[in-house]
């Protein structure tokens, strides 16, 4: 029997990072908060009000924020900044570059807001170029967690793991279906939520929900169809994503991303050096979003529950 | 924590260490055939009163976090061969180290960098405008780990026109960042010429005031015992809740008389003739690399 997750209660990731944060701050005196003017759409407010004296409003001023968590880090202390995920990556790209991960500087860099789930608010803020800006430098890591337990137990991990770490998460509520402290989640390792010996979906952030939706639909063919959890996008689990290469020439890639630099791009890299098989990608076709519901943008898009459907579909046809 | 090592030199010995910090300057970018000798000159009055004669640090042994001792961070990266001058012979590393300057394999990068593990650098900088911002972080970190040291960060005035540097200058005041002194390199060059061509900066002091900071100008920026005053004077209002900035007048290329006031010596090494023209100029005091 394969399991059936089920939703805990929706919410949304963000909330899953400032639980986190707030945990760690009781925790440890070294964790220090950033924000440029977002703390409370971030969910930092809580712990700005908890712990006055360790988090620092930087105004609308991200390039200076960057720079500001870098010399706190230097100095033996774990700083989160936090903001929109675009603010958090393109607009700041060269202090990313420079202060924090060319010095070694262990900043952990919250982004929320990702992907094109943010809705009404367009385009310009989002962000689907972060994935691959941020695993394009060397020492950081890149975690895309899937849900609110997950972004939370991401939070914490973030905080210990060495390195910079660019962390994420979304605005919307969605799905909650991951145990709370599950112990299946790593760092760096995929994450197996179905087996299925019929094809693979990797997927990733709020897509994994949705993979899972389309693996259940297709059980109505008979089809058993594996759903991967790829949390950690750098360092790639180069092995956990080959071993299931191995297994099925169906392969799908899911994310809420650009086509480019992503998760399709990560999933078709172990292909070609490990396990040569075609991967359909479910991602944004190189444009740019719009204003609308978050629903509606993940199926005018094709990112929907459907379009996984359609891709495993496709992929079964080229296999 | 204590500060093991804390130099206090006279001025003669200080103007002899600057003499041949100016000599390994000219030296390391012309054996490397590449450098920024002009702001190097012109900061290595400063640097060398800093060093010897003002920061309290320790180079051994190396502490990159800082705590317990002054921070020093060179936000305007390009003129590093002052600095690395400066850091061998406080002994950071091996004086024969500068002969590495630019070179394959050295620990000497082009610019300031950290990964090579080279001490006395903990931060990368290069690509300007970043380097305030790191120091104010240093400097909050010193206040939540109650360390009463003070950081120092140097900037270029043509870096200044970088936004980032505005951010950080409104963050400082805001915050009552009030262990931070800044020094800004201002001789008035930048790459493609003189600031007021390129991107007018001034006026200087008005711009740091109107931003809430403490202005000390530094007008004899190349006057050992003026700069250690004015050094003294940036600590005596330290600790305040007033972020520090240093206006130091300098000269680009000081020394070298060809090099003074040339912004073409910004990014440029000199060829033979002028090697020997520029080291007939700068005496060997301490001994070469």
């Known amino acids: 029997m394969r399991p059936r997750y089920e939703n805990l209660g929706s919410r949304d990731t963000r909330s899953g990072f400032g639980a986190g944060l707030l945990e760690l701050g009781e925790k440890d005196e070294r964790i220090v908060a950033l924000s440029a003017d977002l703390a409370s759409s971030v969910k930092m407010d809580a712990f700005a009000q908890r712990f006055p004296h360790r988090f620092f409003q930087c105004g609308v001023a991200e390039a200076n924020m960057i720079g500001v968590a870098a010399g706190l880090a230097g100095s033996g202390f774990i700083p989160f900044v936090g903001t929109f995920a675009n603010f958090a990556t393109g607009r700041v790209y060269d202090q990313i570059r420079q202060s924090v991960c060319y010095s070694g500087k262990a900043v952990k860099i919250a982004a929320s807001h990702a992907g094109l789930t943010l809705g009404e608010d367009g385009a310009t803020h989002q962000m689907l170029e972060d994935i691959g800006l941020m695993r394009g430098l060397p020492g950081m890591t890149v975690i895309s967690p899937c849900d609110y337990n997950q972004t939370r137990l991401a939070a914490l991990r973030a905080a210990y793991w060495e390195g910079p770490v660019y962390l994420r998460f979304g605005r919307p509520s969605v799905p909650n279906f991951t145990p709370p402290d599950d112990p299946t989640f790593q760092v760096g390792k995929i994450q197996v939520l179905l087996e299925g010996k019929d094809g693979v979906i990797f997927a990733t952030g709020h897509l994994v929900w949705h993979a899972l939706q389309a693996a259940y639909a297709l059980e109505a063919e008979g089809l058993e169809i594996a759903v991967v959890n790829v949390h950690t996008l750098k360092p790639v689990d180069v092995e956990g994503i080959a071993t299931y290469l191995a297994r099925t020439p169906v392969v799908v890639s899911a994310e809420e991303h650009q086509l480019w630099n992503g998760l399709g791009d990560i999933v078709s890299w172990v292909a070609t050096q490990h396990y040569p098989r075609r991967v359909v990608r479910v991602a944004v076709q190189d444009t740019f979003g719009e204003s609308g519901k978050p629903d509606e943008l993940l199926e005018k898009y094709g990112l929907s529950t459907a379009h996984i459907i359609a891709a495993v579909r496709k992929a079964i046809a080229n296999a | ?289």
């Open chain 2, 1 to 289: 924590m204590g500060v093991s090592a804390y130099f206090c030199f006279v001025v003669e010995d200080l103007s002899r260490i600057a003499a041949q910090v100016r000599r390994d300057i000219v030296r390391m970018v012309y054996l490397a055939q590449s450098g920024h000798p002009g702001g190097a000159l012109g900061a290595a009055d400063i640097l060398t009163a800093l060093y010897f004669a003002h920061l309290r640090h320790k180079p051994h042994p190396w502490n990159p976090t800082g705590l317990g001792e002054d921070v020093f961070i060179l936000s305007n990266g390009h003129i590093c061969a002052a600095w690395y001058s400066i850091l061998a012979r406080s002994g950071y590393f091996p004086v024969s180290e500068l002969a590495t300057f630019r070179r394959i394999n050295s620990r000497l990068q082009g610019h300031p960098a950290t990964k090579e593990g080279l001490p006395g650098v903990r931060v990368a900088t290069g690509s300007l405008g970043q380097g305030l911002s790191v120091a104010i972080g240093y400097a909050l970190g010193k206040r939540l780990a109650g360390d009463p040291h003070e950081v120092y960060v140097m900037l270029g005035d043509g870096e200044i026109n970088e936004g980032q540097i505005w951010e950080g200058a409104l963050f400082a005041a805001h915050h009552q960042v009030g262990n931070l002194i800044a020094i800004i390199d201002r001789n008035y060059k930048q790459i493609d010429g003189d600031t007021r061509t390129v991107l007018n900066t001034d006026p200087l002091e008005a711009k740091w005031e109107a931003f809430g900071w403490e202005v000390l100008p530094l007008h004899e920026a190349h006057d050992l015992p003026t700069i250690l005053r004015t050094l003294s004077e940036a600590r005596q209002k330290a600790h305040q809740k007033r972020p520090i900035v240093i206006i130091a007048y300098t000269i680009m290329g000081k020394g070298v008389d060809f090099m003074e006031n040339d912004h073409n010596w910004h990014g440029k090494p000199p060829n033979k003739d002028q090697f020997e023209k520029a080291i007939a100029q700068l005496p060997e005091t301490l001994g070469d690399f």
